[in-house]
């Protein structure tokens, strides 16, 4: 396939329908006799997209393209990453800016309705949300069918997907009010339950959310106070939680993201389209990867062991992989991981030990990877995750609780996305092909004929 040059000739023009042929830029695809020419869609920003739509009809032909490396499952105007230059925008603005100088409720805001919001808009937007974090009291006898020692991702699964069993009134996708409404719960309530998940499994009282705190106070709130005491939130450690939530709020079309699209492109309902979300998150290759981080560290134990453990990640024969290092999108340092770097060190300042063992192992592992040629070849840097853990860790958080917290953060994206996809017209429900390499038709071969043993089966007939 290549570029044709705007007044070039196809080989076979009936192979072209007309408005594709007037498109300001094609590309030129050639299968045997035929040639296509597709239309080129412009981005803002990034990579321009061969729109190959109308390809299988024409042609016969499927793309195919397992991981989605080279492809865009959709046009989106909500995040931006350059993963060779190591940037990511929110609706065009700079991750660090937004980390530095904003807060994670105006952060949902820029998300979700595309700019910044005014004081006014500031004002009632953080009413809205604060209004709804309460979850319905039934929710509480809900929780009570877990196991104590339940995985807390396994809990939020079934709890926000419970939520559609719960909220009724907001579930019509197609009615934009219900749509808002269930926005607006969904960033509200999420962390009450992630706060009922964790104390569920330490066996304490739920905590009731406080309506006079601030996003990420009243989440700390929730988890660490007992009623046995007062607990005065440290606003060093809340505003670490923020930075934190604002980090992991969206980033384009990664596995979970594309999940809540996909379930969300049949008309789900947004509330079990983001439990869909949450369970792809919770795979070590996405979310799971902040826990599996932390432990990996953890079984480092001393900087003496890594050259141990950087052979491991090296030798093709071993499934290990060094967790929190390599990106499908950055070729370059995750720039969410500089800040969390920043934010990890603010916190264990604050209180834990500032020269922690583990961030030790994690500093003097990081700079033996980013001087090693295989890392160096495959432009493998550290992730957002491979600082979160020690920062979460010094929060007081289990590691069980990490991906939770991601799930947290992440949900307004996954509604971002979903709205985005819900509000557009020309909405298709997702269906991929595929490349069929399986038996061709044959017909059915009755019991009597299939053999007896085991391993003679019907390949062993005839
Ligand atoms: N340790 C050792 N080798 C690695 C690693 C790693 N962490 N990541 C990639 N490689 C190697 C891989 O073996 C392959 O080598 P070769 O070309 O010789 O076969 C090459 O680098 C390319 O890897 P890939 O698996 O084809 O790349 P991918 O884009 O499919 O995978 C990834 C991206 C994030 C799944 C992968 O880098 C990985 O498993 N990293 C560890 C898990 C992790 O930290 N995940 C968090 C991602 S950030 C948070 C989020 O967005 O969810």
Not at 384 to 405: E, K, Q
Request: some cysteine; hydrophobic content about 35%.
């Amino acid at each position: 396939m290549s570029k044709s040059d705007k007044d070039g000739k196809p080989k076979n023009p009936e192979a072209i329908r007309k408005d594709e042929a007037t498109s300001p830029e094609t590309a030129r695809l050639t299968i045997g006799e035929n040639t296509y020419d597709l239309p080129i869609r412009k981005a803002t920003m990034g990579p321009d997209v061969i729109d190959i739509q109308n390809l299988y009809r024409r042609s016969g032909y499927f793309t195919f393209d397992p991981g989605y490396t080279s492809t865009a499952s959709c046009e989106s105007q909500i995040t931006f990453i350059d993963g060779e230059k190591g940037i990511l925008l929110y609706r065009g603005y700079p991750i660090e800016q937004l980390a530095e100088y904003g807060d994670y409720l105006e952060t949902c805001y820029l998300l979700l309705y595309g700019d910044l919001p005014t004081q006014a808009e500031r004002q009632r937007f953080d009413n809205e949300i604060t209004r709804h974090t309460m979850v319905h009291e039934q929710m509480r006898t809900f929780f009570q069918g877990f196991r104590r020692d339940a995985h807390p991702m396994a809990i939020m699964v079934a709890v926000v997907g419970a939520l559609s069993a719960f909220y009724h009134d907001s579930t019509d996708i197609n009615d934009p009010q219900q749509r808002e409404v269930a926005t607006r719960r969904m960033i509200a309530k999420i962390p009450t339950l992630a706060a009922m998940a964790y104390k569920y499994s330490l066996g304490q009282p739920f905590v009731y959310p406080r309506n006079d705190l601030d996003y990420a106070s009243n989440f700390l709130h929730m988890c660490f106070s007992v009623p046995a005491e007062e607990y005065k939130v440290n606003p060093v450690l809340a505003r670490a939680m923020d930075r934190i939530f604002i980090l992991h709020a969206d980033h384009e079309q990664n596995a979970s993201t594309s999940t809540v699209r996909l379930a969300g492109s049949s008309g789900a309902n947004p509330f079990a389209c983001i439990a869909a979300g949450i369970a792809s998150l919770w795979g070590p290759a996405h979310g799971g990867a902040n826990e599996a981080a932390l432990n990996m560290l953890e079984e480092i134990g001393t900087p003496e062991n890594i050259p141990k453990y950087i052979a491991r990640a090296k030798d093709k024969n071993d499934p290990f992989r060094l967790m929190g290092f390599g990106h499908r999108v950055y070729k370059n340092y995750d720039p969410r991981a500089r800040i969390m770097q920043r934010t990890a060190q603010e916190v264990l300042a604050e209180v834990g030990d500032p020269n922690d063992p583990l961030l030790e192992v994690a500093r003097q592992l990081e700079q033996v990877a980013l001087n090693d040629e295989y890392f160096i070849e495959r432009k493998l840097y550290p992730n957002i995750d491979f600082y979160s853990g020690i920062t979460l860790r010094a929060l007081g958080f289990p590691t069980s609780m990490f991906t939770v917290l991601f799930a947290l953060a992440r949900t307004v994206g996954w509604i971002a996305h979903w709205r985005e996809m819900i509000a557009d017209p020309k909405r298709k429900i997702g269906r991929p092909r595929q490349l069929y390499t399986g038996p061709v038709m044959r017909d059915y071969v009755p019991m009597s004929r299939r053999g007896t043993g085991l391993g003679e089966g019907i390949h062993n007939q005839d």
